[in-house]
T-cell receptor, first 114, second 113 residues
Framework: SQTIHQWPATLVQPVGSPLSLECTVE??????LYWYRQAAGRGLQLLFY??????ISSEVPQNLSASRPQDRQFILSSKKLLLSDSGFYLC?????????????FGPGTRLTVL | KQEVTQIPAALSVPEGENLVLNCSFT??????LQWFRQDPGKGLTSLLL?????REQTSGRLNASLDKSSGRSTLYIAASQPGDSATYLC????????????FGAGTRLFVKA
């Protein structure tokens, strides 16, 4: 069966510090991978998605970036965090080659920027 | 641009009551619609997925309907239980523009024992 992991679970960072959130998927090959952000009381906002190693599509211009160094690893990064980067970050995956398929979500990372 | 709205934003009901959560979307050119459940501080769990050609899907006490032409979906929960307390999110996947998924802000449900 497939499993998706995210870490850390919670993170408190000062403004201007760097960020690295990691997501890994087990039990599937060449999944589509997604990063979402959920602000309090709002819906999920798609940040990035990837259909393969090194292939990243950005949905929202911002100071965040994403990378996919391995088939089942997706990393969300920032060089300098802003207060507005606070939120709940969710990683998700879906079956390879089918962007229309259902997405399966990880447990999330709660980021607080102070 | 697709917009997804969920009403009400919050709902509190006594245990045992049947209830309906509403989701509306502005662009009827969708591929599918999905209902998720989210417990506080947790990720999303898929409940029901309705393809654009379908009218409804059922799983246990849950029934989701889709009226694509009017841009509406409902999630019906029968005989609600305290364990149903969570936030319920509606998500619409378009059939153009990269098949992006647009989420509603959710309905926070509290079922009182």
């Amino acid at each position: 069966s497939q499993t998706i992991h995210q870490w850390p679970a919670t993170l408190v960072q000062p403004v201007g510090s760097p960020l690295s959130l990691e997501c890994t998927v087990e039990g599937t090959s060449n999944p589509n991978l997604y990063w979402y952000r959920q602000a309090a009381g709002r819906g999920l906002q798609l940040l990035f998605y990837s259909v393969g190693i090194g292939q990243i599509s950005s949905e929202v211009p911002q100071n965040l970036s994403a990378s996919r160094p391995q088939d089942r690893q997706f990393i969300l990064s920032s060089k300098k965090l802003l207060l507005s980067d606070s939120g709940f970050y969710l990683c998700a995956w879906s079956e390879s080659g089918v962007l229309t398929d259902t997405q399966y979500f990880g447990p999330g990372t709660r980021l607080t920027v102070l | 641009k697709q917009e997804v709205t969920q009403i009400p934003a919050a709902l509190s009901v006594p245990e045992g009551e049947n209830l309906v959560l509403n989701c509306s979307f502005t662009d009827s050119a969708i591929y599918n619609l999905q209902w998720f459940r989210q417990d506080p501080g947790k990720g999303l769990t898929s409940l029901l997925l309705i393809q654009s050609s379908q009218r409804e899907q059922t799983s246990g006490r849950l029934n989701a309907s889709l009226d694509k032409s009017s841009g509406r979906s409902t999630l019906y929960i029968a005989a609600s239980q305290p364990g149903d307390s969570a936030t319920y999110l509606c998500a619409v996947k378009g059939n153009t523009g990269g098949f992006k998924t647009i989420f509603g802000a959710g309905t926070r449900l509290f079922v009182k024992a």
